[in-house]
């Protein structure tokens, strides 16, 4: 089934932007939902944003509380990327960042057993 390749991770500032890719690899991106979760030390596993396919669905897009209003997710079915905008960076967004794929018919949007496919994870620190 291939697998889904994240990248655009690093160290900045608190304030600062940062933008995430995550790019198909041996995979076409479905129409599926896809999501964006983050992983602290310690902590687990949470949900950060989610899109829906623009075939069968229309686009729309949903976003934990903790990171509304400052980060933007985004897909490019043709190039088979998903985005991930981050704006106004908090140290408290400091985490592995996955993208995930194929969202399970049912499943719930922000819970991370609902999707099938994952990235191996960015890591993204913010500094104070």
């Known amino acids: 089934q291939g697998k889904l390749v994240e990248s655009g991770g690093g160290l900045v500032q608190a304030g600062a932007s940062l933008s995430l890719s995550c790019a198909a690899s041996?995979?076409?991106?479905?129409?599926?939902?896809m999501g964006w979760f983050r992983q602290a030390p310690g902590k687990e596993r949470e949900f950060v944003a989610a899109?829906?396919?623009?075939?069968?669905?229309?686009?729309?897009?949903q976003y934990a509380d903790s990171v509304k209003g400052r980060f933007t997710i985004s897909r490019d079915d043709a190039k088979n990327t998903v985005y991930l905008q981050m704006n106004s960076l908090k140290p408290e967004d400091t985490a592995v960042y996955y993208c995930?794929?194929?969202?399970?018919?049912?499943?719930?949007?922000?819970?991370?057993?609902?999707?099938?496919?994952w990235g191996q994870g960015t890591q993204v620190t913010v500094s104070s």
């Open positions: 899109i829906t396919g623009a075939r069968g669905v229309s686009y729309y897009s």
């Open positions: 995930a794929d194929e969202l399970k018919p049912g499943a719930l949007v922000g819970s991370p057993a609902g999707y099938v496919y």
């Open positions: 041996g995979r076409t991106f479905s129409t599926s939902v």
